[in-house]
């Protein structure tokens, strides 16, 4: 009889113990919530206003770029049109500023590339840390206790970016005039 008694006792601490850990499980459970970042990239205004910004500081030189490949296109058109009739020295002299003229715009453009990178880079990362602000805001408020930002897959359950947008929009300058 005493294996019995030994055995239900153990039984009886598993069962309780068992009860004990569910019932912590569930009094712990965690708030979990998902943004989408790309979205925020491409749908907040902030982002918007950013890009705005960017093509207005950049105008001038993608506008410079332009015109200099149409001189690079014209010049070279001519030189095609009237290489026969050339002679050789005009000739290699018309290909030799031709020449120097490309390798200025391919130099000029891709300094604007560098720049304008540059530039969107530090753009969108001002973007982010206004929205990591909002998304820490909603988490205090909200009592979440875990907020991620990349993922496999998100179920639309738990996916707030439509909140942080919108608390995006409210807290950004322009809604406030």
Same mark, same amino acid.
């Given at each position: 009889?005493?294996?019995? %008694? ?10 309780? %113990? ?10 712990q459970?965690?708030? /979990? ?19 705005l ?7 001038k030189? =993608? ?26 020295? =005009?000739r ?7 020449s ?14 560098? =720049? ?12 982010? =840390?206004?929205?990591?602000?909002? /998304?820490?805001? /909603? ?25 942080v ?6 807290s ?6």
């Amino acid at each position: 009889m005493q294996t019995g %008694t030994f055995f239900k006792r153990v039984v009886g601490v598993v069962a309780l %113990t068992g009860a004990l850990v569910a019932g912590a499980a569930q009094a712990q459970e965690a708030r /979990i919530a998902a943004v989408n970042s790309d979205r925020i990239l491409r749908e907040s205004s902030a982002a918007k206003a950013a890009q705005l910004k960017l093509e207005a500081e950049f105008a001038k030189r =993608d506008k410079d770029l332009q015109d200099m490949a149409s001189r690079l296109k014209t010049l070279s058109d001519q030189l095609d049109k009237n290489a026969a009739s050339l002679s050789p020295t =005009d000739r290699a002299s018309k290909q030799s500023q031709l020449s120097n003229l490309d390798t200025e715009f391919q130099r000029k453009q891709r300094e604007f590339r560098e =720049d304008l990178n540059q530039r969107r880079n530090e753009e969108l990362a001002a973007v982010l =840390d206004r929205a990591n602000k909002v /998304i820490k805001q /909603i988490a205090e408020q909200q009592h979440y206790d875990l907020i991620v930002q990349e993922a496999v897959y998100v179920s639309p359950r738990i996916d707030i970016t439509d909140q942080v947008l919108k608390a995006l929009a409210a807290s950004s300058p322009s809604a406030t005039n």
